[in-house]
């Protein structure tokens, strides 16, 4: 039987830990192989170690810099052959609001989260091209789609990306490269860790999800791999977000447990 991912090679950013290391396995599992980038070399290269080197490779990166992000790029396609896909997965949080931020933490984010996925992309698509097709696919968040309490750096971020692959999705349709983004919710990665650590911020957050859990880097990393498959053919531009619910609620409380209450009231 063949595996999705069989004769193809991807690139993750991000991809020692996380999201973007379960991508990184799932892509071996499936008959890939896949170049990471990440700053933390003992990880990327722990990783590595655990998929094979014939089918995993491992570059220290800092996906802000976009001479890093190139050297990388070019490096994988050298060492493999060939780029097939690429997960612009590498992103860091970001907290405060406009009169709390200084212009320095702003960017520092904006850097890291979206001008890390232009870099990426830039890199990849004349190799894509040679080859006549590839996919991309972006790691944004829901809160690029809708906005967040003191988040204003992320939301900003992360709202660029899934607008920027949509943007690029239009420039590259008729090449046969196709451009997607997934949007995760909460998601039990090291982003999440210091949320976890605070039992009352976690609480409310779970309390926020209509699944009444948080995600695996193992869901997220699966939807990714569908749409970096051929079985997403016909898919580019979309931005799809994985949250257990969280965008497809109003906002409001759950009420069930009060309906008896408010059916009086309306009654009344």
Do not use: W
Not at 51 to 61: H, P, Q, V, W, Y
Not at 144 to 163: E, P, Q, R, S, W
Not at 181 to 200: H, I, N
């Amino acid at each position: 039987m063949t595996q999705q991912f069989e004769g193809k090679v991807a690139l993750v950013t991000g991809g020692a830990s996380g999201i973007g290391a379960a991508f990184a396995r799932t892509v071996v599992r499936d008959g890939g192989r896949i170049a990471i980038a990440d700053l933390n070399e003992d990880m990327g290269r722990a990783l590595v170690a655990e998929l094979g080197t014939d089918k995993a490779s491992f570059t220290r990166t800092d996906v802000s810099q976009q001479d890093d992000v190139i050297a990388f790029v070019d490096g994988a396609a050298a060492h493999f052959g060939r780029i097939d896909i690429l997960f612009n997965n590498a992103g860091i949080g970001g907290m405060g609001t406009t009169l709390d931020l200084d212009a320095a933490a702003f960017r520092r984010v904006i850097e890291v989260d979206l001008f890390s996925v232009f870099y990426g992309c830039k890199a990849a698509l004349p190799h894509m091209l040679r080859n006549g097709s590839g996919a991309i696919v972006n790691n944004a968040s829901i809160a690029g789609m809708l906005g967040d309490f003191g988040m204003t750096a992320y939301n900003t971020a992360k709202g660029g990306v899934v607008n920027y692959t949509r943007a690029l999705a239009m420039d590259m349709a008729k090449s046969g490269i196709r451009v997607n983004a997934v949007c995760p919710g909460c998601v039990d990665t090291p982003l999440f860790a210091g949320l976890k650590a605070a039992e009352s911020v976690f609480d409310n957050f779970i309390r926020a999800v209509p699944m009444a859990r948080i995600g695996q880097a193992e869901e997220i990393a699966e939807v990714v791999a569908f749409l970096a498959s051929d079985k997403a053919s016909y898919m580019t531009g979309t931005v799809i977000p994985v949250d257990g619910g969280i965008t497809a609620t109003s906002g409001f409380p759950d009420l069930a447990p009060f309906m008896e209450i408010l059916q009086k009231g309306f009654n009344a």
